[in-house]
């Protein structure tokens, strides 16, 4: 007859594997069907938005960010775990060479224990009890109690990953859904657009507010006393806005929130994140001014479902440019500015004499000093504060996230890796292109 407790572990067991066959089921559907994806992202995605990231956006702070740090305390417990476990193996493993050694002693020490009527052997029979794992039983259970914890919070996350990420990587393309698919583009063309966004740059750099140093302000409507959270309320308004035009980004909106540890983020050189397990929003409140309009709505496109880089930096600079105010045009030129410098020089360099012919035709503008001294990631007050009291080395975190985002893009099924990011030049072109088509 099967114990109600067995009968519980055994339930216990199918919904776990139920549960691991519905990721690795959702996964596979994704990689397969990019309709399957779209359907999603357009019917079951916001869902989540609408109520677990309402619930998470009640919280001033970033529950992602804290959901990391708790995570890390766990892998450090489990780490703790391992190694007494390791260390009581070693310990066993000495007593039971120590006992195989003195074998021969003890048999016949036994032997004239059951001459003597068995009582000294039945003391030392109760010693030895007393002394095996009654004690650790205790260890023994919370170990196991935590091995199943971390079990069913594994696979929590890997479905929550699922949900909120993993298929989000398998949709189709932005360019397949609101622009033309092209595959070619002519310098001029490039040029062009980099004459517009570096002529935008040039006249706005002149009309913001700055401080006595020169440096950009910020001070938005005045609806809010902290100027970073009425710059959120004015992403989160645009987002809405371009949802007028691009259906897929109606919907509700959180706040996005500052990270707690943006000193290590700048350390990244990461200008903002988005959690999937909290559904946030979250920004490098530490790098310089003008970076953040774009990149709050850049990880909020995220909560719409774009999860690729380029297309995310593409509907954030779509976003400001649609504000009234000139520090948010400003902050989405800018944006794009140093990918499109970066895609002209490489045409320059991979073919001189092509360049120096369309160059011939339209003239690339001239930026203004100014201009790039405020294209700056974090200013360099900030860069000797952050960097005197790292305790990692600058670089070797740089070089650590680049490589985690890179692999984990690639294991996504995104070829270029990290260099995707680059990509939203081409859909600039693709847009810019039918938006003269359609005039």
């Not at 987002?239 to 929130?257: D, F, I, N, S, V």
């Not at 707690?260 to 310089?288: I, T």
């Not at 081409?426 to 292109?433: D, E, H, N």
């Amino acid at each position: 007859m099967i114990t109600p407790n067995i009968f519980l572990m055994n339930k216990r067991k199918r919904l776990y594997l139920a549960g691991a066959a519905l990721v690795v089921l959702l996964n596979a559907a994704a990689w397969n069907s990019a309709a399957f994806s779209d359907w999603y992202i357009e019917h079951i995605f916001p869902l989540w938005v609408g109520t677990y990231g309402r619930v998470t956006g009640l919280f001033s702070f970033s529950v992602g960010e804290w959901m990391l740090a708790a995570g890390a305390a766990a892998a450090v417990l489990a780490l703790v775990l391992g190694m007494l476990w390791i260390l009581l193996g070693i310990r066993l493993a000495v007593l039971t060479v120590k006992r195989l050694a003195a074998g021969g002693s003890e048999s016949g020490s036994r032997s004239r224990f059951r001459q003597s009527g068995g009582s000294l052997g039945e003391a030392r029979w109760a010693e030895g009890r007393e002394s095996a794992p009654e004690r650790g039983s205790f260890f023994r259970r919370v170990s196991l109690g935590y091995g199943r914890f971390l079990a069913w919070t594994l696979l929590t996350l890997s479905l929550v990953m699922t949900l909120n990420c993993f298929i989000l990587y398998h949709a189709s393309p932005i360019f397949g859904q609101y622009t033309e698919e092209e595959n070619e583009y002519s310098l001029t063309e490039l040029i062009s657009l980099y004459n517009m966004a570096a002529e935008r740059c040039n006249s706005l750099a002149e009309v913001i507010e700055r401080d006595g140093s020169g440096m950009a302000l910020y001070k938005g409507r005045g609806a809010a006393e902290d100027t970073l959270r009425d710059m959120a309320d004015e992403a989160r308004e645009l987002m809405r806005a371009l949802g007028e035009t691009y259906p897929r980004l109606q919907g509700y909106y959180p706040r996005p929130k500052p990270l707690r540890f943006s000193d290590f983020m700048c350390q990244q050189h990461m200008q903002g994140y988005y959690f999937p397990f909290s559904m946030e929003a979250n920004y490098n409140d530490v790098m310089y001014i003008l970076n953040i309009p774009s990149s709050m709505c850049h990880e909020l496109a995220h909560l719409r479902g774009y999860i690729y880089e380029d297309e995310a930096n593409f509907i954030g600079y779509l976003a400001c440019l649609q504000s009234e105010d000139d520090f948010f045009r400003y902050a989405g030129y800018l944006s794009v500015l140093t990918y499109l410098n970066n895609d002209l020089y490489r045409a320059w360099k991979d073919n001189p004499e092509a360049f120096r012919e369309a160059a011939a035709e339209i003239q690339p503008v001239t930026v203004d000093d100014r201009v790039w001294e405020d294209n700056i990631f974090v200013t360099q007050e900030e860069w000797d504060r952050i960097n005197g009291k790292a305790l990692i080395d600058t670089e070797i975190v740089d070089k650590a996230a680049d490589a985690f985002i890179d692999t984990n893009l690639k294991v996504n099924g995104v070829a270029e890796g990290k260099k995707s990011y680059s990509k939203v030049v081409r859909l600039l072109l693709q847009y810019y292109r039918l938006m003269q088509g359609s005039s």
